[in-house]
């Protein structure tokens, strides 16, 4: 596991005022502008939005309906709490042809399909062998052991949420949000596992990846009705992971020092919340900010969320996949 020497990390300071929306942009804006590991390399940004296939959409198992509106509210959920994992995905065992996230995804749609909705109750009596079983990996002390045992605790607290604040109804918890995803949001960070909120020497660095996700997922899944209706939508920054980032500096966007790159190559674990790895994401999410308003300027019209769709899509292309990624083990993405 590597962490770069130098910097001390001051106490967490102030962070602007506005919605979360404004704060996760504001705390990545503080950190590009003072990043060491990380570049965004701006004359790059308008060329590399004119490239981009903005037609591409994503075919996501997470986004699809499943049985009624609890069901599939139950179902997008629960995906959401357990959509975590990277660092961990090339030691795992994944169903041929799929990547641990079509993997994970597919097991529990099977899961449903075999043995009926998920429900708080359900969820709060998963052992581990139940995560192994279902997600078809082995209890043998390695890293899908290590996943499997997060997967666990994350599901027993999306279980003891979901009764706390929605008395065992998924679909509560999302009306307990009053049609926000900033509330969505809020709600979701009272989980440890959702409290994607790190430090660096430019202060306090939100990014709440798996949160912010969580809204966009049940907007497309509910067709943006009903359960699916945030009318603060269009604020959701991109979900800050591993591909992004990748897909960014492969095209030029993203500079990452010599040191970090030789650890990256080296398949290296970064570790979660290091300055090198903060940086990663926060500049990813603030240099894809400016591709956004690149796009905008130009006449078309897309949002920040849906740019990010367009970005994890364009990562799939073999290319990207012959190049390696940073690798974080954690549990935000």
Known sequence: ?????????????????????????????AVAAQSTHVTIDESRIETFAAELDLDLSPDDPGQKRLGNEESSAAFVMTLDAINFGSGYFPFIQKRPGMSGYHTIAASLRDLVADTGAITAARLGEISIDDC?????????GGPGHELMKLFTTALHDLSAFVDDIGDGSFLSVIEAAGGSAASLVGLLDQMPFYHDVHRHPAGEVLLYKRAQITAQDLAVAFDHRGPGRFHDLDRLTMFADNLVPHVLRVNGILRFSDQLLTHIEAADDIEIGSEPEVEIRACALHAV???????????DRISTAALDNVLWNTGAEPRYKTIPRHRSRCVFY
């Open 289 to 299: 900010e400016l591709l956004a308003a690149a796009i905008k300027a130009r006449g």
């Open 132 to 140: 192994a079983a279902t997600f078809d990996q082995l209890l043998d």
């Open 1 to 29: 596991m590597w962490t770069a020497p130098g910097h001390t990390i001051p106490p967490m300071g102030d962070i602007p005022t506005g919605d979360v929306f404004d704060r996760i942009r504001a705390s990545c804006a």
